[in-house]
């Protein structure tokens, strides 16, 4: 059992950075992949970033790519998302999640926390 907890969200004008945190519960937090999710208003969920198990592996969706990173600090049972140049439609409640597969489908991802809002002003 994983138990996750985002942190980090906020208010930010567009152009803006912020640095979302998710801090996991369990000592086999390295076991397994990281992913980022977010999901706005009427839209479904959506893959934004996903993170190997030592971190040697790093995946994004084309709609962030070269403005996200994700990262993880296995020491700390941490995973993070750096957001940079943040748009309007970066606006979603972004959540972190925990998986055995390397993947970007929701659905192969079995532990998840409660989420955390961003909101990206023009």
């Known amino acids: 059992q994983v138990q996750l907890v985002e942190s980090g969200g906020g208010l930010v004008q567009a152009g803006g950075s912020l640095r979302l945190s998710c801090a996991a519960s369990a000592r086999t937090f390295s076991t397994y992949t990281i992913g980022w999710f977010r999901q706005a208003p009427g839209k479904e969920r959506e893959f934004a970033a996903a993170?190997?198990?030592?971190?040697?592996?790093?995946s994004y969706a084309d709609s962030v790519k070269g403005r996200f990173t994700i990262s993880r600090d296995n020491a700390k049972n941490t995973g993070y998302l750096q957001m940079n140049n943040l748009k309007p439609e970066d606006t979603a409640v972004y959540y972190c999640?925990?998986?055995?597969?390397?993947?970007?489908?929701?659905?192969?991802?079995?532990?998840w926390g409660q989420g955390t809002q961003v909101t990206v002003s023009s």
């Open positions: 999640a925990a998986s055995l597969s390397y993947s970007s489908y929701p659905n192969q991802y079995h532990y």
């Open positions: 993170i190997s198990r030592s971190g040697g592996y790093t």
